[in-house]
């Protein structure tokens, strides 16, 4: 960083509030702005393709993917005692109705990462055996699920590194394929990750660090070994684009339950933030689909508030929490990251309305309140999505204003994205919930 702390905060404002670790509300002026991306729907649509082809190989290989026709797919429910509680805790009103995007209950992986991480997998897997003559498109992908596949993708190796669900994602679909997997774990990855893991013949290797650290780590051993593919989450387009097929998903379940988006029906979407990846790409598919009708805002810990760093000074990946004095330690494992991704953060520049941050207090509030009154289990990170609507009302009169969004609040939807949780052992839930 060239600037001082101190001519830093006079520039940004806010900079002092996330020093203090309190919750911040930002907006982003450059929001629906024009852009040139380097990435397009026909690579979405690319993925959604793949996807299907691999469905009956899912069917097979997973028997949870048998009712499911092989898709990986979570439903959206709506949550009115989740609203009302927010409400009665926030003393605020929300207006327009609340619903939740399962994605802790994505089949495979339990988690947000489960459509980016298999799907960047089953791409390379395909490739590999179309390369060696294995397996042409037309075929019944089922029969990869077979013997002389997983000796054949045993001479190739797969390299991540996470902070857990990644790992999970990517080494649960490696695995099964046959691929010798690596799985480079931050400090912040809970032992119960590892340990699934390695009972699926992972190789785990453990980090005293965070992160960017991991990820560095893992690039770098993977750099040496032409047989090797680096899952790079702080760059990876595939891994974007399996996340993008989210929105195509979503926009098809609000049409089945008749729910319009337009400027009078506006959609709010509020998504838990690491390196940004995930949230970046189910963002980039939600605006291309729906445009200024929906308003996007990412969630993060108030101990790692990268994307919001990054995006409101224009520094992205070049400014680390640690600068401001944050430790990025919070009990929100998968949001705990220090430096967002540059890829990322610069697509999100006319996408993202505004980002957040929330306490771990919050979280753990919530994880109770969903738990005895709508029966679903998450973890922690994938509640920060719950504190949007409250920071909305509380904070959000400007940007309604400058929506023009005021008249139409009423019939708002307001969607929490959850992102992770049916993995979480019963034993870890039962701490949780007694946090
Ligand atoms: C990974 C993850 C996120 C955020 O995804 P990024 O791609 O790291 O931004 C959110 N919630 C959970 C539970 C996650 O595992």
């Known amino acids: 960083m060239h600037n001082s702390l101190a001519q830093f905060s006079e520039k940004f404002p806010l900079i002092p509030f996330l020093q203090r670790a309190e919750p911040a509300f930002w907006l982003n002026n450059q929001v629906n702005d024009a852009q040139n991306y380097p990435f397009s729907m026909e690579m979405v649509h690319d993925a959604e393709a793949r996807l299907q082809r691999f469905a009956p190989y899912f069917e097979v290989a997973f028997p949870e993917m048998r009712e499911l026709q092989g898709i990986i797919e979570s439903p959206i429910i709506d949550i009115a005692r989740m609203k009302s509680y927010l409400e009665s805790s926030n003393h605020i009103k929300i207006e327009g109705n609340l619903l939740l995007k399962c994605d802790h209950a994505l089949p495979i992986a339990g ?185 996007i805002f990412f969630a993060e810990p108030t101990q790692s508030p990268c994307m919001l760093l990054g995006m409101m000074t224009g520094l992205h990946d070049e400014i680390d929490v640690a600068q401001i004095g944050l430790t990025n330690i919070t009990e929100a494992d998968g949001l705990a990251v220090g430096r967002a991704s540059k890829f990322v953060g610069a697509q999100m520049e006319t996408i993202v309305s505004g980002c957040y941050t929330v306490e771990d207090s919050f979280l753990f509030e919530s994880l109770r309140e969903m738990f005895s009154s709508e029966h679903i289990f998450m973890e922690p990170s994938a509640h920060a999505g719950f504190f949007g609507p409250v920071q909305l009302a509380r904070k959000g009169e400007m940007y309604l204003d400058t929506h023009g969004l005021k008249p139409f609040m009423q019939n708002a939807h307001h969607l929490v994205w959850s992102t992770g949780g049916n993995l979480v052992p019963n034993e870890w839930r039962n701490k949780y919930l007694q946090k």
């Open 111 to 295: 988690s947000v990462k489960a459509r980016g991480g298999i799907y960047e997998i089953i791409k390379h897997a395909e490739s590999l055996a179309f390369e060696h003559g294995l397996l042409s498109i037309e075929d019944d992908y089922r029969k990869l699920n077979n013997e002389e596949f997983r000796q054949f993708f045993k001479n190739y190796k797969i390299a991540v590194g996470s902070t857990g669900n990644l790992g999970l994602s990517i080494g649960i679909i490696s695995a099964k394929l046959g691929f010798d997997v690596t799985v480079h774990m931050s400090m912040d990855a809970k032992e119960w990750k590892k340990q699934l893991l390695r009972t699926l013949g992972v190789t785990v290797v453990e980090y005293e660090a965070d992160y960017s650290e991991a990820v560095r780590q893992g690039r770098l051993e993977a750099e040496q070994d032409a047989t090797c593919h680096f899952v790079d989450d702080e760059n990876s387009l595939d891994l974007f684009a399996g996340y993008a097929v989210a929105a195509l998903r979503l926009k098809a379940q609000l049409d089945a339950k008749n729910i319009t988006v337009n400027k009078e029906n506006p959609l709010f979407v509020y998504i838990p933030c690491g390196v940004g990846g995930a949230p970046g790409g189910i963002s980039y598919g939600l605006k291309q689909l729906y445009g200024p009708d929906v308003h």
